[in-house]
């Protein structure tokens, strides 16, 4: 009876056991999800329950969009990319939260997201009115859209995320960041992560276009893979609701202010040559080699448009295609070229090129009509498409001695007025200036005008008499000006905070 009597015990303790081991299983797969995971048990098959088959996000002007996840939704949401990525936004929101930067209230944005673990993150930690929008849907997080176009309404967010340097590869920035202040309330909140530390010009040239917004932070983070081992985090307040751009700089005045970071490039520019050179064919093309480029010391990628003014650009082959299509470093932007000649003789070979727009008129500084002198050197022979050009004159001008050589009659046009018409301050503008002796009528303009605030790099040939090639011991006559001049013209410019390089 002592015997059989013990088997129920037996029984009761191997059922024990098995309990036991269970509660273990669990609690092991629970510790993981806390202790590595880092999150609740939503992520897929790290939990003993599934997403579920819908998610309704509800999004003010868009109305509730349900959708339903997939296995392919499932097994992203349990890799280690996944998770870290998670893991890595969530504090990194909560840290934006308790800044006052974001609430649960937030209807909030992620923008150009591939997998939406920016807008799981978000809903994680309790911003329930969260989505993100990416080429390609990602649902259910992520809806069909795109930075430089988001399919919402004028105002619907409170916060919008830029992660994981979207901003930085979008082929439009100009239009995304457009897109964020269209879409952003007054008020809100936009957060941009960026891989690694930019220059403060590339930075400045970021800020400029937000014109409606205010830095109230900047931070650094670790970054959560190789791709992003470093992040640098920009909050930015959208100060104004007609996108006017209040804080945007207005050259119409004839105002013109270089910033510091601006000085601080022309710093480290090459020298100029300061002595006059006996061979100056020879010193300032091998000059050239010396030259510091400005998309060599900087990142260019902030900026709308990228453009190439070249004044007094003669032939195609010149310095367009010679010199700029080849040689300037570009950083993979594609330019868009003026080319501004007066002589008819270059017309015809333009109209033939790609990116390319001629304007057939003189840069001037003002618009009115003109002559221009053909100088032959001594013992200088040159066909009509070599002819040498001479200096700028208006038609009926005094207090000159009359040209007894070649003159031609040209329309000029107020080559300042021009530029503050073509160009907007977010866009890059390289100009390279051969114009016969006229740069010391037009860049005091620019400056005047505040247009030279319009232009980031300057290649400009400064005419003088110079010494001849030909006839060793004498000086050109054309222009009346002298080296001194020239390196005054030069050290202004750069004292003013324009980069500027000596030009042949």
Request: net charge positive.
């Given at each position: 009876?002592?015997?059989?009597?013990?088997?129920?015990?037996?029984?009761?303790?191997?059922?024990?056991?098995?309990?036991?081991?269970?509660?273990?299983?669990?609690?092991?797969?629970?510790?993981?999800?806390?202790?590595?995971?880092?999150?609740?048990?939503?992520?897929?098959?790290?939990?003993?329950?599934?997403?579920?088959?819908?998610?309704?996000?509800?999004?003010?002007?868009?109305?509730?969009?349900?959708?339903?996840?997939?296995?392919?939704?499932?097994?992203?949401?349990?890799?280690?990319?996944?998770?870290?990525?998670?893991?890595?936004?969530?504090?990194?929101?909560?840290?934006?939260?308790?800044?006052?930067?974001?609430?649960?209230?937030?209807?909030?944005?992620?923008?150009?997201?591939?997998?939406?673990?920016?807008?799981?993150?978000?809903?994680?930690?309790?911003?329930?009115?969260?989505?993100?929008?990416?080429?390609?849907?990602?649902?259910?997080?992520?809806?069909?859209?795109?930075?430089?176009?988001?399919?919402?309404?004028?105002?619907?967010?409170?916060?919008?995320?830029?992660?994981?340097?979207?901003?930085?590869?979008?082929?439009?920035?100009?239009?995304?960041?457009?897109?964020?202040?269209?879409?952003?309330?007054?008020?809100?909140?936009?957060?941009?992560?960026?891989?690694?530390?930019?220059?403060?010009?590339?930075?400045?040239?970021?800020?400029?276009?937000?014109?409606?917004?205010?830095?109230?932070?900047?931070?650094?983070?670790?970054?959560?893979?190789?791709?992003?081992?470093?992040?640098?985090?920009?909050?930015?307040?959208?100060?104004?609701?007609?996108?006017?751009?209040?804080?945007?700089?207005?050259?119409?005045?004839?105002?013109?202010?270089?910033?510091?970071?601006?000085?601080?490039?022309?710093?480290?520019?090459?020298?100029?040559?300061?002595?006059?050179?006996?061979?100056?064919?020879?010193?300032?093309?091998?000059?050239?080699k010396n030259i510091k480029y400005?998309?060599?010391?900087?990142?260019?990628?902030?900026?709308?448009?990228?453009?190439?003014?070249?004044?007094?650009?003669?032939?195609?082959?010149?310095?367009?295609?010679?010199?700029?299509?080849?040689?300037?470093?570009?950083?993979?932007?594609?330019?868009?070229?003026?080319?501004?000649?007066?002589?008819?003789?270059?017309?015809?070979?333009?109209?033939?090129?790609?990116?390319?727009?001629?304007?057939?008129?003189?840069a001037w500084v003002k618009n009115?009509?003109?002559?221009?002198?053909?100088?032959?050197?001594?013992?200088?022979?040159?066909?009509?498409?070599?002819?040498?050009?001479?200096?700028?004159?208006?038609?009926?001008?005094?207090?000159?001695?009359?040209?007894?050589?070649?003159?031609?009659?040209?329309?000029?046009?107020?080559?300042?007025?021009?530029?503050?018409?073509?160009?907007?301050?977010?866009?890059?503008?390289?100009?390279?200036m051969d114009v016969e002796g006229?740069?010391?009528?037009?860049?005091?303009?620019?400056?005047?005008?505040?247009?030279?605030?319009?232009?980031?790099?300057?290649?400009?040939?400064?005419?003088?008499?110079?010494?001849?090639?030909?006839?060793?011991?004498?000086?050109?006559?054309?222009?009346?000006?002298?080296?001194?001049?020239?390196?005054?013209?030069?050290?202004?410019?750069?004292?003013?905070?324009?980069?500027?390089?000596?030009?042949?």
């Amino acid at each position: 009876m002592e015997h059989s009597a013990g088997k129920p015990g037996s029984l009761r303790n191997l059922l024990i056991r098995f309990l036991l081991v269970g509660v273990l299983v669990i609690g092991v797969r629970f510790a993981y999800l806390i202790a590595v995971a880092g999150e609740s048990c939503n992520i897929g098959r790290f939990c003993f329950f599934s997403l579920p088959e819908t998610l309704s996000l509800v999004i003010s002007g868009a109305g509730p969009l349900a959708v339903k996840s997939t296995s392919a939704a499932e097994e992203l949401y349990t890799t280690k990319d996944w998770v870290n990525g998670v893991r890595f936004y969530s504090s990194a929101f909560q840290d934006l939260s308790a800044a006052g930067y974001l609430t649960p209230k937030s209807k909030s944005l992620c923008v150009e997201t591939p997998t939406g673990r920016d807008v799981f993150a978000l809903r994680e930690i309790g911003v329930k009115d969260a989505i993100g929008v990416s080429r390609k849907a990602a649902k259910p997080l992520v809806k069909s859209g795109r930075g430089d176009r988001i399919p919402f309404g004028d105002g619907t967010f409170d916060f919008v995320f830029s992660g994981e340097d979207s901003f930085v590869r979008s082929a439009k920035p100009a239009e995304f960041a457009a897109e964020i202040g269209r879409t952003l309330r007054t008020g809100g909140f936009a957060v941009f992560h960026f891989a690694n530390p930019k220059d403060t010009y590339s930075f400045n040239s970021f800020l400029d276009l937000f014109n409606c917004f205010r830095v109230v932070k900047l931070h650094g983070l670790e970054g959560f893979d190789s791709s992003m081992p470093y992040i640098r985090e920009i909050v930015l307040r959208k100060e104004c609701g007609d996108g006017a751009g209040k804080f945007g700089v207005d050259y119409s005045n004839g105002k013109c202010y270089v910033p510091g970071y601006k000085h601080d490039l022309v710093k480290v520019a090459e020298p100029l040559i300061a002595e006059e050179p006996l061979k100056p064919w020879i010193t300032l093309k091998r000059n050239v080699k010396n030259i510091k480029y400005l998309p060599s010391m900087v990142d260019i990628s902030f900026k709308n448009r990228y453009l190439y003014v070249d004044v007094g650009a003669r032939s195609y082959g010149s310095s367009i295609g010679s010199w700029f299509r080849k040689q300037y470093p570009k950083q993979n932007k594609t330019f868009h070229v003026y080319a501004i000649e007066a002589d008819k003789t270059f017309h015809q070979e333009y109209g033939l090129k790609k990116g390319l727009t001629l304007v057939p008129y003189a840069a001037w500084v003002k618009n009115e009509t003109l002559t221009f002198e053909i100088h032959r050197d001594p013992g200088e022979h040159v066909e009509a498409k070599g002819r040498g050009m001479g200096r700028i004159r208006p038609l009926h001008s005094s207090g000159e001695a009359e040209f007894d050589g070649e003159v031609e009659k040209i329309q000029g046009f107020d080559f300042a007025n021009w530029l503050k018409k073509t160009v907007k301050k977010n866009d890059f503008v390289v100009m390279k200036m051969d114009v016969e002796g006229t740069e010391f009528d037009l860049i005091p303009r620019l400056i005047k005008t505040g247009a030279i605030c319009l232009i980031d790099e300057i290649f400009l040939e400064c005419h003088y008499n110079r010494w001849q090639r030909c006839c060793p011991g004498q000086r050109s006559l054309k222009y009346g000006k002298t080296y001194d001049q020239c390196l005054q013209l030069f050290n202004s410019l750069r004292q003013s905070g324009v980069l500027v390089h000596q030009w042949w």
